[in-house]
């Protein structure tokens, strides 16, 4: 990471903006302090920016609405979501609508940098697809995962919007069909060995992407739910031009 990578850091209390902002700079990271939405999309009208950290209680838009807001206009922008809140929901609820991670108040210093750097690393390697040992594209079931533009295209055609997490979560799974992967695996893969292994992101991820396949949540047909021991993405997968598995 260097000076050209920008985190814009949405936090109404000025004190922790601030302190967020420091801890940040000298990480080597630029960032930009937002106390609300409406500064944050002026940022984004300016600049782009490679990661927002996002507060979730706000004053006005709170920290949900501007992450809708957000994933409409720039899904790809990936969201590291900030909440005081202790109950679970309030965390799924921002992962339901896009967030890529989310990190409960207080937190440590080093963990925010941790799981920021982890988010920029997913979508720094995907943005760079042309070193990444992937296929171009992947075919199943009628539709077609593109790793280079990160696109999903329906059986008709038609484009379906994914997350940051939600597309890295697919690839995994779709880069290894027909083999049970637990949780903790899709976790390393997708979010780095700091994973917490009591993280939900992935069991929210896996929700979303089914009803985005329109997989059956009560008989899925792409990704199934293997009992004691994890997710199996059902379908044959064709790389690219060559029939057969994509798993090795």
């Known amino acids: 990471m260097d000076r050209t990578t920008l985190i814009a850091v949405v936090e109404d209390d000025p004190e922790i903006r601030s302190l967020v902002c420091g801890l940040l700079a000298r990480e080597g990271f630029e960032a930009a302090a937002c106390q609300n939405g ?47 809140k202790g109950e679970d929901v309030d965390r799924i609820i921002g992962l339901e609508i896009g967030a890529d991670d989310y990190l409960p108040k207080p937190f440590n210093p080093r963990e925010l940098t941790a799981r920021a750097r982890a988010i920029l690393r997913r979508t720094r390697d995907v943005h760079q697809a042309a070193n990444l040992p992937r296929p171009g594209t992947l075919r199943f079931a009628g539709w077609t995962l593109d790793a280079g533009s990160r696109e999903l295209i329906d059986p008709e055609g038609g484009a379906v919007e994914l997350t940051g997490g939600e597309f890295d979560l697919l690839m995994v799974l779709a880069t290894h069909p027909q083999r049970v992967l637990n949780r903790e695996q899709l976790l390393d893969w997708t979010r780095g060995r700091s994973a917490d ?13 089914r009803r985005k396949l329109r997989d059956d949540a009560r008989a899925p047909a792409i990704i199934r739910t293997v009992r004691g021991g994890g997710y199996l993405f059902a379908p044959k997968v064709e790389r690219g031009g060559e029939r057969g598995s994509a798993g090795a």
């Open 38 to 84: 409406t500064e944050l999309e002026r940022l984004l009208s300016r600049r782009r920016v490679d990661l927002v950290i996002l507060d979730l209680m706000l004053p006005g838009d709170d920290g949900l609405t501007i992450c809708r807001r957000l994933r409409a206009a720039s899904p790809a922008t990936p969201v590291l979501m900030v909440t005081a």
């Open 197 to 209: 292994p009591f993280d939900r992101t992935i069991d929210v991820q896996l929700s979303r992407l």
